[in-house]
C-alpha cells in the first residue's frame, strides 16, 4: 500500500481533532486538487470520515480519522517526514520495507527488487532519514516504527481486499 506524502500530511493534520474542508485549504498541505483526492482517497481506504455539517446555512463536509486513522497517525507521527519526497511511501520503499522485515544486505535487496543500484541507494536513504529503516553492521532492518507501520498497512490491505 503507498501513501503520497500529502496523504500522510493530512493523516497527521487530523489526529487531534475534525477539521472541516476550508480549515484543511488553509492549512495549505498540498495543491487543492491533491487535497481532493487525497480525501477521496483517505475515506476509501477506511483512514478519514466525511460528516455533513451546517456552518452559516451552509452545509460543508467535516473530517476526523477512523479508528484505523488515529492508529496510522500514531505510527507516522514517530518518523521523520520532513524530507520525505512528494511520493511518501512508493511501491519500491514499500517492497524494501517488506524485505527489511529481516535483515537484509544492500545486494540481497538489489538483487531481490531488480533494481539498479543508484536507485536502491536513493530509497534506502530516504528510508533511512525518515526513521522506517536502520543500518547495522552489514545489513538494513526495520525500526520498531517501520515494523508497527509495516504491520498497520498489512492488516489494512487485508480488509479492503
Given at each position: ?116 543500484e543508484p536507485n536502491v541507494d536513493r ?10 529503516i536502520r543500518k547495522g553492521a552489514d ?23
Amino acid at each position: 500500500m503507498m501513501l503520497s506524502r500529502a496523504e500522510i500530511h493530512l493523516l497527521l493534520s487530523l489526529r487531534d481533532s475534525f477539521k472541516t474542508r476550508s480549515e484543511l485549504d488553509s492549512e495549505d498541505l498540498c495543491h487543492r486538487d491533491t487535497l481532493s483526492k487525497c480525501l477521496r482517497r483517505m475515506e476509501e481506504l477506511g483512514f478519514i470520515l466525511r460528516t455533513p455539517r451546517e456552518m452559516d446555512g451552509r452545509y460543508t463536509a467535516e473530517f476526523n480519522l477512523t479508528k484505523w486513522g488515529r492508529e496510522m497517525a500514531l505510527i507516522l507521527e514517530s518518523f521523520q517526514l520532513k524530507d520525505m519526497p512528494e511520493t511518501g511511501l512508493t511501491e519500491q520503499r514499500w517492497r524494501i520495507m517488506l524485505l527489511c522485515r529481516e535483515s537484509k544486505r544492500f545486494g540481497e535487496i538489489r538483487d531481490e527488487l531488480e533494481i539498479a543500484e543508484p536507485n536502491v541507494d536513493r530509497q534506502l536513504k530516504i528510508l533511512l532519514a525518515a526513521g522506517m529503516i536502520r543500518k547495522g553492521a552489514d545489513a538494513y532492518v526495520l525500526t520498531p516504527g517501520g515494523r508497527a507501520l509495516v504491520k498497520a498497512l498489512e492488516q489494512k490491505t487485508i480488509q479492503v481486499a
